[in-house]
């Protein structure tokens, strides 16, 4: 037993060390700070107080220089325990100081009741020095009632008793957890050199991007995903067929990228620029419905599925024009003698 004791303490120490350092690694690269001069955050409701099924409108209102930018929050952030009905972001003001006002407006529901908090969300500001920081807006506490309440003849019920719990010994739960998970460590790492050494060439689909992209959209349409309200399904391979095709296309990373990051960088990359507010509201709308557990209005998804294709096909025009272009400019050798041939012939 003071083996197993000492094993698990030994894996506990590593497992903080772990994490210290990862923390420590996040914390250097952006500052969280209490707050910044010139920069004020403000997060309101509508309500304090709601029934289960009501709508409630939730507000962050942010006020800075025009010398500080505003990276806009992730629109899948946490909200806690609420669902996203419907929202508006990125509202841009110039105040007569000179002042910018930005605000982000979101529709909230939940169907359970109790006190919740929508926590706070992270607020990322780039100074003209390249640095950056971020600020949490601050928490607000929602009280959500039951219907129940409001009947007149509900029965007096009393609570039922808290069940005993016995405490139970993890310890040679870990133990045996980690020499398992060990095992199978070790057991994997043989297996990937014994198929490494074997020499067997990785699959390279030759086909040109677009004929992939489009194929990948046939099947996905054959999934009947929007008949059957699997929307979240539906937007992850949507949008991971796009960044698939762009990232062949342009030959970037484009997959691993967040949306965030994506647009960013959308000018460097060598997108068209008259498509970046069309495709920025495409992977915003998708980001919601994929991590906010939004619900898209009825003809948004076939929409965006006819805006995907027609974008393909737009960027392979894009490529085959500019493919054109680079053929007409090279010399043609053959030209004179073609020319003195027909000359000949006269």
Same mark, same amino acid.
């Given at each position: 037993?003071?083996?197993?004791?000492?094993?698990?303490?030994?894996?506990?120490?590593?497992?903080?060390?772990?994490?210290t350092s990862t923390?420590?690694?996040? +914390? @250097?690269?952006?500052?969280?700070? @209490?707050?910044?001069?010139?920069?004020?955050?403000?997060?309101?409701?509508?309500?304090?107080?709601?029934?289960?099924?009501?709508?409630?409108?939730?507000?962050?209102?942010?006020?800075?220089d025009s010398a500080?930018?505003?990276?806009?929050?992730?629109?899948?952030?946490?909200?806690?325990?609420?669902?996203?009905?419907?929202?508006?972001?990125?509202?841009?003001?110039?105040?007569?100081?000179?002042?910018?006002?930005?605000?982000?407006?979101?529709?909230?529901?939940?169907?359970?009741?109790?006190?919740?908090?929508?926590?706070?969300?992270?607020?990322?500001?780039?100074?003209?020095?390249?640095?950056?920081?971020?600020?949490?807006?601050?928490?607000?506490?929602?009280?959500?009632?039951?219907?129940?309440?409001?009947?007149?003849?509900?029965?007096?019920?009393?609570?039922?008793?808290?069940?005993?719990?016995?405490?139970?010994?993890?310890?040679?739960?870990?133990?045996?957890?980690?020499?398992?998970?060990?095992?199978?460590?070790?057991?994997?790492?043989?297996?990937?050199?014994?198929?490494?050494?074997?020499?067997?060439?990785?699959?390279?689909?030759?086909?040109?991007?677009?004929?992939?992209?489009?194929?990948?959209?046939?099947?996905?349409?054959?999934?009947?995903?929007?008949?059957?309200?699997?929307?979240?399904?539906?937007?992850?391979?949507?949008?991971?067929?796009?960044?698939?095709?762009?990232?062949?296309?342009?030959?970037?990373?484009?997959?691993?990228?967040?949306?965030?990051?994506?647009?960013?960088?959308?000018?460097?990359?060598?997108?068209?620029?008259?498509?970046?507010?069309?495709?920025?509201?495409?992977?915003?709308?998708?980001?919601?419905?994929?991590?906010?557990?939004?619900?898209?209005?009825?003809?948004?998804?076939?929409?965006?599925?006819?805006?995907?294709?027609?974008?393909?096909?737009?960027?392979?025009?894009?490529?085959?024009?500019?493919? +054109?272009?680079?053929?007409?400019?090279?010399?043609?050798?053959?030209?004179?003698?073609a020319v003195n041939?027909?000359?000949?012939?006269?």
């Amino acid at each position: 037993m003071t083996i197993n004791k000492i094993t698990c303490a030994t894996l506990l120490i590593l497992l903080a060390a772990v994490m210290t350092s990862t923390c420590l690694r996040a +914390e @250097a690269e952006i500052d969280t700070v @209490a707050s910044i001069t010139g920069i004020e955050i403000v997060t309101s409701v509508d309500r304090a107080e709601m029934y289960i099924g009501d709508l409630i409108n939730y507000t962050i209102t942010v006020e800075h220089d025009s010398a500080i930018e505003l990276l806009p929050p992730p629109l899948g952030a946490n909200l806690g325990a609420f669902d996203v009905k419907d929202y508006e972001t990125d509202i841009t003001t110039r105040l007569k100081s000179g002042r910018i006002k930005s605000e982000s407006r979101f529709v909230l529901s939940t169907f359970t009741t109790g006190n919740y908090l929508i926590p706070p969300v992270p607020m990322v500001f780039e100074f003209p020095d390249g640095t950056r920081k971020v600020i949490l807006s601050e928490s607000v506490l929602i009280k959500v009632l039951s219907l129940l309440l409001n009947t007149e003849d509900s029965l007096d019920i009393k609570p039922l008793k808290a069940q005993f719990e016995f405490e139970r010994d993890y310890t040679r739960y870990f133990f045996w957890g980690a020499l398992a998970f060990l095992i199978f460590a070790i057991a994997g790492y043989l297996l990937w050199r014994k198929l490494r050494g074997k020499g067997e060439a990785e699959f390279v689909d030759l086909r040109s991007a677009w004929e992939i992209a489009f194929e990948k959209l046939a099947i996905l349409e054959q999934k009947k995903l929007i008949d059957e309200e699997k929307f979240k399904e539906f937007y992850l391979e949507l949008t991971d067929i796009l960044r698939a095709y762009l990232g062949r296309m342009y030959a970037r990373n484009i997959v691993d990228m967040t949306t965030a990051e994506f647009f960013s960088g959308y000018s460097g990359i060598g997108l068209p620029a008259t498509t970046e507010k069309q495709l920025k509201e495409l992977f915003e709308h998708a980001d919601l419905v994929k991590f906010a557990k939004y619900i898209p209005r009825a003809e948004r998804p076939e929409t965006d599925f006819a805006y995907t294709h027609d974008f393909i096909e737009l960027i392979r025009r894009e490529f085959q024009k500019e493919s +054109e272009q680079e053929l007409g400019n090279i010399p043609d050798k053959q030209q004179p003698a073609a020319v003195n041939a027909e000359e000949g012939s006269l």
